[in-house]
């Protein structure tokens, strides 16, 4: 074993936070949150979307994704957030998760889009602890980018995770 | 990047950097299981015909090449099986030894071994997972034995002593001077290569090339989105308007193009039945020495050419039907020869087209179906009434009731009663139909229907309020708007019409499915006759918009299981509609 000490603020620095990376931001009502970029496959405007019967309202139906039929999620509705109507700046944004080892394409209904960060270990702290029994393992953590806090999901969990109501509360 | 502690020798992985290129494997592993294929056809001729020069001479090639790939690429474990049966190959070819059904067992189990490697090297290039060597002590052993048994028979001196050297050297190949090695299998790889490609053209097969699936499946998506995008330019009504008759031509005849180019993209997908009825060749060879019963295998049609996902769903139904038949149906040669038969039973694998289906084939001249039997065990299991009357075709698709068997004893090849039920859920799963067709004590015949593509089926655009659904063609009897008269209530809740004499139940897709029609009133709507598992009902919709083939597509993740959705498909506009399942519909809850 290494028998050098390591000074507690340098060995801190040197662990790199595996949450870093480029980040998507966009917007879900007064609340900006974050997807890593590596979960991204495309980002384009609201278009017609097919309604499935027979599914949880926050499953808004599937599109048509250059032949390839993708079920469509609006995110507020997942996180218990009122609807709104779709605008100009409604986006889908289409994801891939990984369920039961395999891989899909799924959209995501958001606000609108910001840009692309690049966030540091240093920049990302750990979620705080909402009380009220609110567990979010969905949730990597929160960042601070130009004096505004976004929220870096874990977009696989949320989206394979059912019942994500308590975020919406748990923000307010 | 950390690197791997590996102890030499003690590791049989012993990758160099070579082997560490994923390319340079990927192109071993792909060749590789061809030799091993070309060997296995050629095991089984030889088999048949232990004379047959030209099939050792390949086989003996097939493991050689591998042999050379492996030590240049530092596999010294593959290397090794190879090594071995090459060395017994090769006394085969010089005359010292005699090739036995035992040695073609031996060898064929090596084929499995070197087989059951590439995967394992597959895993690794795939998932990155370290490979589990399949253990060889064993197999050394039997290959082993192969040679020694041999060599007394054989003249003695130059023989025991070729042998003798040739056991020394795969314990100081490896080991010793992989440099040295690796080019020297290097040069006899590149000189063996000519003679084994040869072999490959020889065998009969029309000129073609090797293409990776992936990019297959992606052309076909392409092509399909081309016929999207084409008929969206031809529909635009902006292009109605100006109505010039140069356009309108130029559009029709790219319109044909493209219908031509989506029609040879299809068929590309489309694969000769022929590596179907090549397993089924290794299947009943095994099983014929396993019970020890002699059964010939006959195949006709092995051009047949199906979509290539059908061949492999076929694949485990048509092994479980030929493993039956020679396990059940067949029976030994004494037996065969006491009932007047002959002594070797005979298997028929048959595969043709017929009007957009294939039709599959599997008879036996065994014992055929014995109905007393079947009714027997039925009875037992509860699944007949005493006293019911069923015709011999009733009780031959019994054995297709879960848990059912007539089998004396669970041998170890079939006969746990699992079988032919999963059998025909799989044959329906691929729209098809199943048949059986026997006489005792002559024989047994099962047919297979298949639809020839699963992917496309036609179907009728009907709107309900906003939405537009696609009814699969194959579910509907006709379509009628009702009048008042056709229409009554039950118990003022079950609506019917009177349908040519039969009172049909009414289904209201808006009720089911949850969304607001144009009207609820039904001699205002389109009532569709469906048939669905023997059922028929109607359908009320809206409106119908037209007739589309569509090529189905899964709904993907959670939506898949829905009921009363078979999945959704692209519609002209560019829109997703959504395929009915009629079966599943009838049986929602929400009338």
Redesign the interface.
């Known amino acids: 074993m290494s028998s050098s000490v390591l000074t507690a603020e340098a060995a801190v620095a040197m662990k790199t936070d595996p949450r870093a990376g480029k980040y998507l931001t966009f917007g879900l009502g007064k609340e900006e949150f974050a997807i890593q970029v590596l979960r991204v496959r495309e980002i384009m405007g609201v278009q017609?979307i097919?309604?499935?019967?027979?599914?949880p309202d926050y499953?808004k139906?599937?599109?048509?994704l250059?032949?390839?039929?993708?079920?469509v999620v609006d995110l507020r509705l997942k996180f218990g957030m009122p609807e709104l109507e779709y605008t100009q700046r409604t986006c889908i944004v289409v994801v891939q998760i990984e369920?039961e080892g395999s891989k899909?394409?799924?959209g995501v209904v958001v606000d609108e889009v910001s840009e692309v960060v690049t966030l540091q270990g240093a920049d990302i702290e750990d979620t705080p602890d909402f009380g009220r029994g609110v567990a979010t393992p969905y949730l990597l953590g929160m960042a601070k980018v130009k004096g505004r806090v976004k929220i870096l999901l874990d977009i696989n969990m949320v989206m394979t995770t059912q019942e994500i109501h308590g975020l919406a509360e748990a923000l307010a | 990047m950390s690197t791997q502690e590996q102890t030499p020798g003690a590791d049989p992985l012993h990758l160099n950097e070579l082997a560490s290129d994923p390319e340079l494997l990927s192109d071993f592993v792909v060749e590789a299981r061809e030799h091993l294929s070309a060997v296995e056809l050629h095991l089984l001729a030889l088999d048949q015909d232990p004379k047959n020069h030209e099939a050792l001479n390949a086989i003996f090639r097939g493991f050689h090449t591998i042999k050379g790939l492996a030590g240049f690429l530092g596999l010294p474990a593959v290397q090794e099986v190879a090594h071995e049966v090459e060395t017994v190959l090769d006394l085969a070819r010089t005359g010292g030894l005699t090739v036995t059904p035992k040695h073609i067992d031996v060898i064929l189990a090596s084929k499995d071994h070197l087989n059951e490697w590439m995967s394992e090297l597959q895993e690794l290039l795939t998932n990155g997972k370290t490979p589990k060597p399949p253990g060889s002590q064993e197999l050394l052993a039997s290959i082993h034995e192969l040679s020694a048994n041999n060599v007394e028979t054989a003249p003695a001196g130059d023989a025991a002593a070729a042998r003798d050297a040739a056991a020394a050297d795969p314990v100081a190949d490896p080991a010793a001077d992989p440099v040295a090695t690796a080019l020297s299998s290097l040069s006899a790889a590149t000189a063996a290569q000519e003679p084994a490609s040869g072999v490959e053209s020889r065998s009969g097969e029309s000129r073609s090339i090797k293409v990776d699936t992936q990019k297959l499946d992606f052309l076909v998506d392409m092509v399909g989105e081309m016929v999207i995008a084409q008929s969206l330019v031809k529909h635009d009504p902006d292009l109605a308007i100006t109505g010039k008759p140069r356009l309108t031509r130029n559009l029709a005849q790219l319109a044909r193009i493209t219908g031509e180019v989506q029609r040879t993209a299809m068929a590309m997908r489309m694969i000769p039945i022929r590596q179907l009825f090549h397993k089924m060749t290794r299947l009943v060879r095994d099983l014929s020495r396993k019970t020890g019963k002699q059964i010939e295998l006959d195949l006709i049609g092995e051009d047949t050419e199906l979509d290539r996902n059908i061949v492999e769903e076929l694949a485990d139904p048509v092994m479980h039907m030929v493993r039956n038949s020679v396990d059940h149906g067949i029976e030994t040669a004494e037996e065969r020869a006491r009932a007047g038969k002959s002594r070797t039973a005979r298997v028929l694998l048959k595969a043709a087209h017929q009007a957009g289906h294939i039709l599959l084939q599997i008879s036996d001249d065994g014992r055929g179906l014995s109905t007393e039997k079947i009714l027997k065990k039925a009875r037992e299991r509860g699944l007949v009434a005493e006293g019911a009357q069923l015709s011999d075709n009733d009780i031959f698709n019994l054995i297709f009731a879960p848990g059912f068997s007539t089998a004396e004893q669970v041998t170890s090849v079939s006969g746990r009663g699992v079988g032919m039920d999963v059998v025909k859920k799989q044959i329906l799963k691929l729209r098809g139909k199943i048949e059986i067709q026997s006489v005792a004590g002559k024989g047994a015949t099962f047919l297979l229907k298949v639809p020839l593509t699963l992917a496309i089926i036609d179907g009728l655009l009907a709107s309900v309020g906003k939405e537009v659904y696609i009814v699969p063609i194959f579910a509907v009897r006709e379509m009628f708007r009702p009048s008042g008269e056709m229409l009554s209530t039950v118990e003022q809740r079950d609506e019917m019409v009177l349908v040519r004499g039969a009172l049909l139940p009414i289904v209201r897709l808006h009720r089911k499915f949850g969304v607001q029609p144009k009207t609820e009133v039904l001699s205002d709507s389109l009532l569709i006759v469906t048939e669905a598992a023997g059922k028929r009902f109607c359908l009320v919709v809206d409106e119908l918009m037209g007739k589309q083939e569509v090529v189905i597509k899964s709904l993907g993740g959670s939506l898949r299981n829905i009921p009363g959705l078979a999945g959704g498909a692209i519609l002209g506009d560019g829109r997703v509609g959504l395929i009915l399942d009629p079966e599943g519909i009838f049986g929602m809850a929400g009338r």
């Open positions: 017609e097919t309604a499935v019967p027979q599914t499953v139906g599937v599109i048509n250059r032949g390839k039929v993708i079920p369920q899909m394409l799924t």
